[in-house]
């Protein structure tokens, strides 16, 4: 147990729907970061969030959007959703914001019907 | 951008030793990390190059060369629950940020 939690753990949603996907970091980790996986596209950067404050952007689309909060736990939204878009999301922590050591939360698996 | 590079697949029997390579290209370079993920599971770190050289951590080392954009990683005295995919990430600071870009895996393979 990395200590980061994910929920949903799982989610079905219909494509045009909106879906929030919610992180709590490890205790005293101040960086959130957002990744995508798919079958055929591996592990995609989508975020980094640093104590409330975005640090870092990735492919991420204008359809998704995400925010830490001031309790540092984040939110990922995802809108008009498309097939495409089923994956596993991960989110992941670490203590500051250098990324050489990143924590994964077992992910939320989306399906888009 | 970035671009990382490794085998899809390797396949070793149990008790062997297995090498993973790596090949990266990158701006801002600021090292590179290893993670493993178990089918389903989530990744998990193993370790971290930011200097040349080998980095050891019980049966599993990394070793990086920042002058070839190289690195990889060496399992020893391998067990079926290494079976696993091994990514190889790069720490990267373009943009002021630091985004830890993943190469798309190599899954392990691990016979009896």
């Known amino acids: 147990d990395s200590g980061v939690t994910q929920t949903p753990k799982h989610l079905i949603t219909a494509t045009g729907q909106r879906v929030t996907l919610r992180c709590s970091p490890r205790?005293?980790?101040?960086?959130v970061y957002w990744y995508q996986q798919s079958l055929d596209q591996g592990l995609q950067f989508l975020i980094q969030y640093y104590n409330g404050e975005e640090r870092a952007k990735g492919n991420i689309l204008e359809r998704f959007s995400a925010q830490q909060f001031p309790d540092l736990h984040s939110e990922l939204n995802l809108s008009s959703l498309e097939l495409g878009d089923s994956a596993l999301y991960f989110c992941?922590?670490?203590?500051?914001?250098?990324?050489?050591?990143?924590?994964f939360g077992e992910g939320s698996w989306l399906t888009v019907v | 951008g970035q671009s990382l590079e490794q085998p899809s697949e390797v396949t070793a029997v149990e008790g062997a030793i297995v090498q993973i390579n790596c090949t990266y290209q990158t701006s801002g370079f600021y090292g590179l990390s290893w993670y493993q993920q178990h089918d389903g599971g989530a990744p998990t770190f193993l370790s971290y190059?930011?200097?040349?050289g080998l980095e050891e951590t019980g049966r599993f080392s990394s070793f990086l060369s920042r002058s070839d954009s190289y690195g990889y990683l060496l399992l020893q005295e391998l067990q079926m629950k290494d079976s696993a995919s091994y990514f190889c990430a790069v720490r990267d600071r373009t943009g002021g940020g630091n985004k830890l870009t993943f190469g798309t895996g190599t899954q392990l393979k691990v016979e009896l």
């Open positions: 190059n930011g200097l040349d």
């Open positions: 992941a922590s670490s203590e500051g914001d250098s990324g050489n050591t990143i924590y």
């Open positions: 205790s005293g980790d101040l960086s």
